[in-house]
Each structure stands twice: as C-alpha cells, then as structure tokens.
C-alpha cells in the first residue's frame, strides 16, 4: 500500500502563485493576499513573491503599465480614478505616476474627454447650449476620473 504524500508548501505556494500570473498579471501585493487567503504563511508567501520577481514573472512596474494603459483607454478612466485603482494594488505613488503619464502618452486628456463625451452625448454637449446636458456630461466625466478642472475647460469650449 503506497501512501500519499503531499507536495512541498512552497511548491504549492509557488504553483498556486503561477495559476493566478496564468489568468492576468498582477502585483505583488496582490499575489501575496491571495497567498495569505489560502492560507500559506506569510513567510512563505514573501518568499514566493521575491522568486517570482527575480525571476521576471512578477513586476508591479509592468503591472501598473499594463493596467493604466488597459483601463485609461478601454474604460476611458482618468488620471484620478487610475490612481485610485492602482493603489488598491499597493503600488507605489511613483510606479502609479509613471503609468499614468505613459497610460495617456501623447493623447491629452482633454482630447479623450471630448471623445468620450462625443460618443456618450453627441456633439451637442460640447456646442449646445442645452445646461441639462451639459451638467449630465460634467457628471459624466467627473464619474471617470478626470479633474474638475479640466473638464470645466472642455465643456466651455
């Protein structure tokens, strides 16, 4: 009669940490809490987040790349609705900046709000002068994450 005999706790912490980079990338806070949800130690689980970065697996700087770019211009989210997101993934505020301004590149955000505000209401947002509309515009792009500001200017134009 063979016995069964389980696999090494950090061959299993490893594996389960390559399963979640399968799906999509993610940070390293981020592996490191699904880690911990499953309950590996939490020695264990640093150790497998520093061997996934050493090796090139894990990078949170790829991952806020990959992510800003993905929301800001799938979603049409702002800088400030990116920066919320991002730092739910305990990125650092630098790495967060960083992808922002390579999210946009050389796109403004004034000229996505246009488009989104185009695409959502027609061009008469942005030259009517139907109030309601425009309030609900406004609404609209605060709800994205652009800056008060900004999209003060866009809607006077």
């Not at 211009?73 to 739910?88: A, N, V």
């Not at 922002?100 to 000229?111: F, K, T």
């Amino acid at each position: 009669m063979t016995s069964h005999v389980d696999p090494d706790p950090s061959a299993k912490a490893y594996n389960k940490a390559l399963r979640l980079l399968g799906v999509r990338n993610r940070s390293c806070k981020e592996i490191k809490d699904r880690l911990l949800a499953a309950s590996f130690a939490d020695d264990l689980a640093d150790q497998v987040v520093e061997r996934l970065c050493q090796s090139g697996l894990l990078d949170d700087h790829r991952f806020a790349r990959e992510r800003a770019r993905a929301m800001g211009k799938s979603k049409g989210w702002g800088p400030r609705k990116l920066r919320w997101d991002l730092s739910r993934y305990g990125l650092a505020s630098d790495q967060i900046d960083q992808a922002i301004e390579q999210a946009y590149g050389s796109q403004s955000c004034v000229s996505i709000m246009r488009k989104l505000v185009k695409k959502r209401f027609g061009e008469r947002a942005l030259t009517g002068d139907d109030l309601k509309l425009r309030s609900k515009a406004y609404r609209y792009l605060l709800g994205r994450g652009f800056e008060p500001d900004q999209v003060h200017e866009v809607l006077q134009t």
